[in-house]
């Protein structure tokens, strides 16, 4: 782990590495602008940031407002002389730095308040870590979490072919590779995640009543009433998409999302048409055609959701 120091004084800059590199290797830049390049080339690297606050143009606080909003995880810190400690203590009130150090630096002091900054640094680095882990669990989760809860929706709206529907709405987010749903770990716990997902699949259910009323009386070209809602015209027996969002959204659409009309259409489409549909890759594109009913195995949901992730124990 290191530490950046930005400060526009050449002897400053020397007389910090020289005390701190026993700690840890130190970066070094000399003005606001050059330090938001160094976050940006080692902002991954870097544990704590120290800034000298005056320097020509842009003060030091203004780059540790850079660094708290695009890279929260680095301890920061404002080094300034003592006729400057209103804008220090002001940064402070503020969240932009987690202390000052006062010029000229008492070595040991220096030292002490670099250990404590980096050992906080290590700690944010373990916890981000551990919270990257669980959001990767909840994503995964979701996933099958979601797939359960739509067959639910889907049969009590139209119970003979909710089955077939979400099989091929399955089968169609692994085609074209569907990523898990975003989960802001630091947003949400278990219980608001659930309520979330249950406000979405009450969104879901008028979706889907929306559309399969709207498509009454429009049997005969099934393929057309799939194209008017996307506003794509079908030719030759198909539609073809650029992007496959159309037909993964419902599944990976952020926790706590809401759910608009438009996310529902490709999975009432498949419940109207009892999941006869095939979409497959067609150089960069992705063709949708309509099949006859694909056979699916009793216990094609549990391999599915295994393959998404487990759900919760």
């Known amino acids: 782990m290191k530490i950046l120091y930005v400060d526009d004084e050449a002897m400053a800059l020397k007389y910090f590495e020289r005390l701190v590199s026993p700690l840890a290797p130190v970066i070094t830049a000399t003005s606001v602008e050059e330090g938001r390049e160094m ?34 995880h680095i ?15 002001e940064a402070i009130n503020s969240g932009e730095i987690y202390r000052y150090i006062s010029k000229p630096w008492a070595l040991e002091s220096l030292r002490a308040d670099l250990k404590n900054a980096l050992e906080l640094a290590e700690l944010r680095r373990e916890r981000d870590g551990l919270m990257r882990e669980k959001m990767l669990a909840h994503q995964g989760q979701l996933m099958g979490s979601r797939l359960c809860q739509l067959l639910g929706v889907a049969a009590a709206i139209r119970h003979d072919q909710a089955d077939a529907a979400l099989h091929a709405l399955a089968r169609s987010a692994m085609v074209v590779g569907a990523p898990a749903p975003e989960v802001d770990w630091r947003r949400w716990d278990h219980a608001d995640l659930l309520q979330a997902e249950a406000r979405r699949a ?27 809602a996307w506003g794509v015209v079908p030719a030759g027996g198909s539609i073809v998409l650029d992007d496959p969002t159309a037909v993964t959204r419902l599944m990976h659409g952020p926790a706590g999302g809401d759910v608009s009309q438009a996310d529902v259409v490709w999975l009432a489409w498949l419940l109207w048409q009892g999941g006869a549909a095939r979409v497959q890759a067609d150089g960069g594109r992705w063709r949708i055609e309509r099949t006859e009913p694909a056979e699916r195995a009793g216990d094609w949901m549990a391999a599915t959701i295994e393959q998404f992730g487990p759900l919760p124990g």
């Open 202 to 228: 009450v969104q879901v259910a008028q979706g889907l009543r929306h559309w399969l009323q709207s498509w009454e009386g429009a049997g005969s070209d099934p393929l057309g009433a799939l194209g008017a």
């Open 75 to 89: 301890v920061r810190m404002l080094t300034t002389a003592y006729s400057e400690l209103g804008e220090a203590i």
């Open 39 to 72: 976050l940006r080339l080692h902002g991954a690297e870097i544990g704590v940031l120290v800034s000298d606050q005056r320097m020509p143009g842009e003060r030091g606080n203004e780059l540790l407002r850079h660094a708290r909003e695009q890279h929260p």
